[in-house]
């Protein structure tokens, strides 16, 4: 098989900020995988948390190693290729992209839709949240209606943490839950936003409030007052910073209610299914996440979607210039294609 990928850069119709920062723009990875005449693609996009940073520059290099290690093999050489892919310590977000141009090329060599390939149910598929950044109260309002009005969404992320402190993240999401059919449910995401008295403090708050789930309030270096939190937290509290892949699980077990899974840390919709698998044996909730991703990536997360709680698969929603189509959003649901493999163009 051979492998070959170009860069393409996606900007986002609305800028979004969130505790870390602001993010408008950024450049991803289109590989596609050939053999016997079939295409398969998958999508690397690179990410950010504290001092781990998986850029471009990174990525393009994994899959220049990939190209002249992988040559030999076949894609259904599956065990093999894992193995390479460890020993050269390709980076998650790398791997994320070989791993989907597998699964794509299989499903169209099987003429299958890789949902139907796993056997999955797609009418189980949950309302995929959209994310209103971190704003002036005013502004925060208007995006949620301006998302309400593009995408007809069921279900609300608002991403909390300001630096400006409680008042400011209070007054922000007041404005938008004064404004929101009750139709509409919401969850908050403070991306490590908080100290540990002061996500007490909002989890009594936006219970008050029915938010449905409290995702990553603490610094991943506070993972040991996850537990001190989830005793006192009237509401489930998820991480994600704190969860890159299966592995990480079974310490989380006991300190949190649930995950959110994002396939650029995960390393591919194998590992996905291994931590979805291993997180129901815990005890915890999922839910789907995504970075700057196009369609394609999470096009890729909408083949396994039935198997999530929670989805929040928005970030090809807010881009201007998304290169992929084929994604159907329904009623709030991020629906896959019938089609052969991913089922996009």
Same mark, same amino acid.
């Given at each position: 098989?051979?492998?070959?990928?170009?860069?393409?850069?996606?900007?986002?119709?609305?800028?979004?900020?969130?505790?870390?920062?602001?993010?408008?723009?950024?450049?991803?990875?289109?590989?596609?995988?050939?053999?016997?005449?079939? !295409?398969?693609?998958?999508?690397?996009?690179?990410?950010?948390?504290?001092?781990?940073?998986?850029?471009?520059?990174?990525?393009?290099?994994?899959?220049?190693?990939?190209?002249?290690?992988?040559?030999?093999?076949?894609?259904?050489?599956? %065990?093999?290729?894992?193995? @390479?892919?460890?020993?050269?310590?390709?980076?998650?977000?790398?791997?994320?992209?070989?791993?989907?141009?597998?699964?794509?090329?299989?499903?169209?060599?099987?003429?299958?839709?890789?949902?139907?390939?796993?056997?999955?149910? @797609?009418?189980?598929? %949950?309302?995929?949240? +959209?994310?209103?950044?971190?704003?002036?109260?005013?502004?925060? %309002? %208007?995006?949620?209606?301006?998302?309400?009005?593009?995408?007809?969404?069921?279900?609300?992320?608002?991403?909390?943490?300001? &630096?400006?402190?409680? !008042?400011?993240?209070?007054?922000?999401?007041?404005?938008?839950?004064?404004?929101?059919?009750?139709? @509409?449910?919401?969850?908050?995401?403070?991306?490590?936003?908080?100290?540990?008295?002061?996500?007490?403090?909002?989890?009594?708050?936006?219970?008050?409030?029915?938010?449905?789930?409290?995702?990553?309030?603490?610094? +991943?270096?506070?993972?040991?007052?996850?537990?001190?939190?989830?005793?006192?937290?009237?509401?489930? +509290?998820? +991480?994600?910073?704190?969860?890159?892949?299966?592995?990480?699980?079974?310490?989380?077990?006991?300190?949190?209610?649930?995950?959110?899974?994002?396939?650029?840390?995960?390393?591919?919709?194998?590992?996905?299914?291994?931590?979805?698998?291993?997180?129901?044996?815990?005890?915890?909730?999922?839910?789907?996440?995504?970075?700057?991703?196009?369609?394609?990536?999470?096009?890729?997360?909408?083949? @396994?979607? &039935?198997?999530?709680?929670?989805?929040?698969?928005?970030?090809?929603?807010?881009?201007?210039?998304?290169?992929?189509?084929?994604?159907?959003?329904?009623?709030?649901?991020?629906?896959?294609?019938?089609?052969?493999?991913?089922?996009?163009?």
């Amino acid at each position: 098989m051979k492998l070959s990928c170009q860069p393409f850069t996606v900007h986002k119709r609305v800028p979004l900020t969130i505790s870390r920062g602001t993010t408008a723009q950024s450049t991803n990875l289109w590989l596609r995988l050939s053999a016997e005449g079939i !295409e398969g693609w998958g999508e690397a996009a690179p990410f950010s948390i504290g001092t781990h940073q998986q850029t471009l520059e990174i990525l393009q290099a994994d899959i220049a190693r990939l190209q002249t290690a992988l040559e030999g093999f076949h894609p259904f050489d599956r %065990q093999a290729i894992e193995a @390479v892919v460890t020993e050269l310590s390709i980076h998650s977000a790398s791997r994320a992209a070989l791993d989907v141009a597998l699964w794509d090329w299989c499903g169209k060599a099987t003429g299958q839709p890789v949902w139907r390939l796993l056997g999955l149910d @797609v009418e189980r598929i %949950q309302p995929t949240s +959209v994310t209103v950044g971190i704003s002036s109260p005013a502004a925060a %309002q %208007q995006r949620s209606q301006d998302w309400l009005q593009q995408t007809s969404a069921r279900a609300l992320k608002v991403k909390l943490g300001s &630096p400006n402190g409680l !008042e400011a993240d209070q007054a922000m999401f007041q404005a938008i839950y004064d404004h929101i059919p009750a139709s @509409v449910s919401l969850s908050v995401d403070a991306n490590g936003g908080w100290t540990l008295d002061s996500a007490k403090v909002m989890a009594e708050w936006l219970s008050d409030r029915q938010v449905t789930h409290l995702e990553q309030p603490l610094p +991943v270096s506070q993972n040991a007052d996850l537990a001190n939190l989830k005793q006192h937290s009237p509401i489930p +509290v998820f +991480v994600d910073e704190s969860c890159f892949n299966s592995s990480d699980i079974p310490h989380l077990a006991n300190l949190v209610d649930g995950i959110n899974i994002k396939l650029m840390k995960a390393g591919g919709l194998s590992e996905v299914l291994r931590m979805i698998h291993t997180a129901q044996a815990c005890g915890l909730q999922v839910m789907f996440g995504c970075y700057s991703d196009s369609s394609l990536a999470n096009g890729a997360m909408a083949q @396994v979607s &039935p198997l999530a709680r929670y989805l929040d698969l928005d970030s090809h929603l807010n881009l201007r210039d998304d290169p992929f189509t084929g994604l159907t959003l329904a009623n709030g649901r991020l629906l896959p294609p019938n089609h052969p493999g991913l089922g996009l163009n």
